[in-house]
């Protein structure tokens, strides 16, 4: 079970992801610094739909399952660079810290 202070910190990380720029799921969870890429995407899976969720996306670049469509023409509308069906991470990965 997660617990409330998780998913408040895992959607509070996701909301500071800037526009034009994404977060790797195994990025939030080293940046919230507990749990794993499967907690994040658990939490975003269930509770992520008020957040930027598609500025999440997985450590090769490709959005979530099941929402690749929606989420690629997000990053596109945001500047996000890609690669075919792919965001390019090197150019695009969001690296910040919570305070």
């Known amino acids: 079970m997660v617990d409330d202070d998780y998913v408040e910190a895992v959607l509070s990380a996701v909301e500071q992801i800037p526009s034009g720029q994404v977060a790797s799921y195994g990025d939030l969870a080293e940046l ?3 749990g794993g890429p499967r907690l ?4 975003m899976s269930t509770q992520g739909a008020g957040v930027p969720w598609w500025r999440v996306v997985r450590a090769d670049g490709r959005p979530a399952r ?3 469509a929606t989420a690629l023409q997000r990053l596109r509308d945001e500047g996000v660079e890609l690669r075919g069906d792919r965001v390019d991470m090197r150019r695009s990965r969001w690296s910040a810290s919570l305070s």
Do not use: I, T, Y
């Not at 994040?40 to 939490?43: F, H, I, Q, S």
């Open 66 to 68: 099941g929402l690749e």
């Open 40 to 43: 994040v995407g658990r939490v």
């Open 32 to 34: 919230v610094g507990r």
